[in-house]
């Protein structure tokens, strides 16, 4: 209870990202819809932290934030900064200059993320240009970025269309684009998903080695637990709108402090180890509109007691976790 | 010895001058579990719907319940539909938007299972039942349902028809892991309980693992490794399988070494992948 | 995201319970229209032929003849009601013809493909070109005045109207999944065709037959106003028109005027209607992907 109060009241002002207990909500008074709240996620410079959730969970909701890209009619409370910009109390102005120099974000879909009728050296300057950077000194650094995600022959391929590159050539264009600006914080929404398993490897291996060159801060959302915690310095576990669980990269599979994490994890077939029988968890994922009064997760959760309904549980330490659960001792791996 | 339930032989399947699917052989046992594993342009999804019918193989046979299947004459079709059905990756939309679930899974009741309507209407509720849905979901429109109920429904109406063999094209990919799970152990269960046969298409090992018994690597059109599914798991033979095992996250994950390898195998992926885009998933 | 989308749907669901005026509007009017025309026995106050020669060119507001006389004395409301019976049958005609030759020509390319697609393809754009009030006319000039010979011909000429948008959702919805699913489950082509393809496309057709009603309306009413159509005693609100030139000329336009306002009427609550139904469409196809 003491941690928690302490982290969320007084992020860290050094943080590129600090989130604190955003709560967001579509339309007003009684038939408001709620979609996130209590979310608390920071990013530390050239730290790369996971947001893992399954869909509905809120998980590209709370990413967007950090570009002040709310839904239609939505209304935020709690805090966001990037850099200590506030970005929930910015003008149009403020959020502008934020994108096009603080902040990049990488999509699921590359081919979405990029005119399809004009060249990739145009897509690649047209940022560059924005922040006042010369015509040709942007052509030059625009080979430069296409020679540093390795695309081979940067000079022939600024003049071809996006058609013309695989997904996960394109993908590797996109991330250029998005280091352009030379960020200080990299929101990445299922980056990998729409790629084959090879070049996922291909694209995660791209984005850490510049992510690490240029100590850039990395939010990657996934619903991928595996990736998550393959790639990420601490994963933040996101159910129906709310954390439910942080831990750090490294612990989350072997000492899961959340039933939820737990859950999924004993869901996901591995092909590593000993083939273990899948246990499903029974019902769906749920919205924060849909779920149950208090924890979120009690009505699929095999843990669940009448306490759990009385208060959405509070984030409490427990392991190398921060867990929101009331027994994370009866977890077990 | 029991024949194979489905032998595909020697099946290519050419797209204008591209070989979507070259020199393909496996035989699939009755209650059996093949695994077909590829990255996107490996040809998986064009074998299967080469053996829905979907697609007529350029040259090769596919040989169902000890039958060649030939000509695309209106009772062949109907024939092939009895021993083979097919489930495919987007459940959103896999069924006519207009119409209820059970009237969906009612149609090919009609059509294969003549008979009062009243028999229908039971049989309906017993396929729902079995993979797990109530009579609200039947009564529901597909945009009411979610993801994994309108998979369970579609596995319901491939099961009206009582197929022999139910080609699953990417049939989890597009569920969330616990659902994925769900479904999963429905088809454990039902493979268990009605002794069908599944040919598993996937490009997810892990998925693969647990649901095959023996499975098929595919590469730009070729099979390059077959065998037991653990086995092959275990200790891959072909440099690919090995390349795809070791691209699957997991802790102390060697990004660098995967990249190495991929090249290694590809020594000119500029010309590889921008064909691989062209070509179908 | 998948979050935003019960609140987007509340939203729409409210905006499309709240229906604009104007379609109500159209809607009334054509209902009124529609009921006048099949009751117009029953409704007009005079038999449409009586004419009285003594009480000709009355203005509107004459005792006993609301909307005044024409030039031989017939009341023009009751005229205009009668009239309406086969203006609106007319073009409903035209509709009901070329919606079945359209969708049959569509379906047709959109399953065929290749050579035959393209055959059938070049001919709607060929007789989209042609002016079909043009055809209409040859058509009479053949076969001499009278309703038949144009409404076949209009019909053939709005054909394209309905064949192009048939084939190209066809096509379009055929791609879907679930259309693959029927061929898997051992369905025939045409039997998913009529059973699936057919009724998912009847929003869009009913919103292009509603607006294919209006033009063909204005067409066989220019059509009588040239004195190509109706033949007399019978009268249609073209015919009305044309009739009342000479009253124009003398400065009472009422005669003329009150089926003109007619015609506007309908054809542009007809077009309200079909915009409305075309938008409902797309946006519930929005809704529903």
Redesign the interface.
Known sequence: MLMDKETTARPDERDVLGISRLGLA??SGE?A?P?LAGVTVRVGRGETVGLVG???S?K??TARTALGML???ARATGRVTVSGVDVLAAGRRTLRDLRRTRVSMIFQDPRASINPVRRIGDYLTEGLRARGVPARAAAGQALDLLDRVGI??PRAAVRRYP???????LQRVVIAGALSTEPELLLADEPTTAL???????V??LL?NLQRDHGTGMLFVT?????A???CDRVYVMYA?RIVEEAPG?SL?AAPAHPYTK??LE??????GD?AA????AG??R???ESPSGCSFRDRCPLAGDDCAERVPAHRPHGASATACLRPEQVMP | MTEPVLTVTSLVKRFGPVVAVDEVSFELMPGACLGIVGESGSGKTTIARVLAGLERPTSGTVTLAGEVVRDHSRRARRWRARQLQMIFQDPYGSFDPRQSIARSIAEPLRLHRPGARERHRARVEELLDQVGLDARAGAALPRELSGGQRQRAAIARALAIEPRVLVLDEAVAALDVSIQAQILTLLDDLRRGTGIAYVFVSHDLAVVRHVTDTAIVMRHGRVVERGETGRILRSPQHPYTRLLLDSIPAPGWDLDRVARDRRALDPHPAHGESSCSTSTT | MTLTIPALRAATAGRRRRRPLGVTLAVAFLALATVTAVLAPVLAPHPPDATSLLNSLAPPGTEGHPLGTDSTGRDVLSRIMYGARLSLLAPLGVVLLSGLLGTAVGLLAARAGGWADAVLSRGMDIVFAFPSLLLAMLVVAVFGPGLTAPICALAVGYTPFVGRVVRSMAIQEGARPYMECYRVMGFGEWSVALRHLLPNMLPVLLAQSALAFGYALVDLAALSYLGLGVRPPDADWGSMIAEARSAILQGEPWSGLLPGLAVILTVVSVNVLGEHLGGAVSGKQRAGT
Do not use: C, N, W, Y
């Open positions: 579509v339309g038939r819809t979609l399954e869909s509905g809120g590209s909701l839904p239609p009619g081979r022959d058609h013309q590159f695989s997904g996960g050539m084959d398993v090879t070049t996922q490897a291909e995660v291996g850490r619903h991928d637990l595996d990736l915690a393959a790639v709108g490294a599979f859950a999924l869901a996901s077939p591995s092909v590593h083939k899948i246990k499903a968890i769906r994922p919205s924060l509109a």
